[in-house]
């Protein structure tokens, strides 16, 4: 069995002055220390036996809930209590919504309170965590719950998406169909295109993304749905290449353009707007088959 533990935390005030007091450190850092160990004692699914693997994911709500429950702090707890609670914000700032490793079940689950504990082996941190919005589209989080199963598929391609940020945690893992990939892809960036051109800014200068990419079957290069629904947005239909408008309309009813990297992924460029522009069908082929400098210096300049 294969499940996610989508841990969070408290929205009183008491519970965290309460981890505050007692240990100096909330789930996140619970986390993190076993990490450094490979083992922890960990909450897990009540039906679990030795040798299922749980995934370790920081709730999406992780954040707000700390946020509300120390939106007001009495002076009396101190300022060392202050400076806990900001850098558990910026813990939780930057791991919320993230899955950041995985561990081996060792022992039967024993009952604690309201939760089922188990001892984790083998534990398994990700140098690179994987964001929910790069998996919603073939894994639902559980909101009633803190464990979500995995069906065989689902984790055959949840591993596929790790090696691919992190080469070698699973260098076996099938690599999906690049037809599915594609189709997933383009999907999420129409869905990011319903935003203005200001919000999509916005998300896009909160990323920096380096591409990274692992060869299993084929050799895949993770790009941002943000970046090229910004760069398609910004050249508000036409090709900044010919500067002709796009050729035709794509399913969605969008001028149809392609997302191109002027400084190749496969070289080492970045997935940035830096080094993104849209062009017509025509132009991105002429870019990969040629790749003229005039024509990569008339789209630095473009950018510009």
């Known amino acids: ?23 100096q450190a909330t ?9 450094s160990m490979g083992n922890t004692t960990w909450s897990v699914a009540k039906n679990a036996v030795p040798g299922d693997i749980i995934v370790f994911m920081c709730a999406k709500e992780a954040r707000n809930n700390l946020g509300m429950a120390t939106s007001h702090i009495p002076a009396s707890y101190g300022s060392k209590f202050l400076s806990f609670v900001n850098n558990q914000k910026d813990l939780y700032k930057k791991y919320s919504g993230n899955i950041l490793g995985y561990g081996i079940v060792d022992s039967i689950p024993e009952k604690d309170g309201d939760w089922w504990m188990s001892d984790i082996n083998g534990l398994v941190q990700f140098n690179h965590p994987i964001h929910i919005d790069e998996f919603r589209s073939f894994i639902t989080i559980s909101r009633t719950n803190s464990i979500t199963y995995l069906n065989d598929d689902q984790w055959e391609r949840l591993m596929w998406m790790i ?16 037809e599915i990939l594609e189709k997933e892809f383009n999907d999420a960036v129409q869905k990011e295109l319903n935003k203005s051109i200001d919000e999509l800014k916005k998300s896009v200068q909160k990323k920096s993304s380096q591409s990274t990419s692992s060869t299993v079957q084929t050799k895949v290069y993770h790009r941002d749905t943000v970046i090229a629904a910004y760069v398609k947005k910004r050249a508000n239909g036409y090709c900044q290449l010919c500067g002709n408008p796009a050729p035709f309309k794509d399913q969605y009813g969008e001028p149809y353009l ?3 990297h002027i400084d190749w992924l496969s070289k080492g460029g970045m997935d940035s707007i830096d080094n993104c522009v849209a062009l017509c069908p025509n132009c991105h082929r002429k870019m990969h088959m040629i790749n003229d400098p005039e024509d990569i210096k008339k789209l630095k300049n473009k950018i510009i």
Request: some cysteine; charged content about 25%; overall charge negative.
């Open 1 to 23: 069995m294969i499940f996610i533990s989508n841990f969070s935390n408290s929205r009183n005030l008491s519970d965290i002055k309460y981890y505050f007091d007692e240990y």
């Open 27 to 35: 789930n996140i850092d619970f986390l993190f220390d076993g990490f």
């Open 163 to 178: 090696n691919q940020k992190n080469p070698g945690i699973f260098p076996y893992a099938k690599s999906p169909d690049r």
């Open 258 to 260: 392609e997302c191109h």
